[in-house]
């Protein structure tokens, strides 16, 4: 009787170990699919600026709108969600998505090596060139090796500010493209190095701006959604949801209507 109750007792433990392994287990593989949690729930958060045309930018109306917005529309519309937009400064967007404010940030972020090492990102779905912008009146910058003692206006966790950095410029800090070209047109910075498309845009809205051109980047840029590291399905998922748009002609839709073209070559 003695060696049955000892048999019983070890049998009881063992079996309550499991038990709390296996709801261990279950734990952390909930947690860890930010998916699942995200179709639960029926919404996708989406960290963008808001404040930069044509990407993410207000319009006459108020509402939040751009070729980033309706992209961010169109996955979690694929996705079975709805979208949910936390607005947020360039420089503050980074460390929204370190706190878990949103899911992914929909911002034209360029996919850079330095930033693969601590984020996942999804297939590119843009490409864009960086570009030196200043005062039509200038005739002393025509390139980004002039730029060096000159104040640039940038965002100053950008790609676009290593490039003035890089090129000597002193760097004015600045939370969006508008603040850029406002200091810009006002000589209050000698230039800024900016998104060529975000510039065209611009000179489209407004042809009389007294800014220029006076170089470029040769190589195209290519920008991508960004995500936690560890979250493998989400992006599987956002990639699938660009190839249907590509296959199905839904992203050369929304391409076109905001620059005339497709902008994902």
Known sequence: MKKLAVLISTLLIASVGLVGCGTSSSKNTESNDLLSKIK???KLRIG???TYAPYTFHDKSGKLTGFDVEIAEEVSKRLGVKPEFVETKWDGLLAGLDAKRFDMIVNQVGIKPEREEKYDFSDPYI???AVLIVNSDDNTIKSFEDLKGKKSAQSLTSNLAQIAETNGAILEPVDSFNQ???LLVSKRVDATVNDSLSYLDLKKQKP???IKIVDEVGNAQPSGIMFNQG???LVD???KAFADMKEDGTYLKISEKWFGTDVSK
């Open 237 to 239: 998922a956002v990639n």
């Open 48 to 50: 963008t600026e808001g």
């Open 231 to 233: 979250n493998k399905e």
């Open 180 to 182: 850029s070209i406002d």
């Open 127 to 129: 490409v864009s060139k």
């Open 208 to 210: 009389d701006l007294a």
């Open 40 to 42: 639960s729930e029926g």
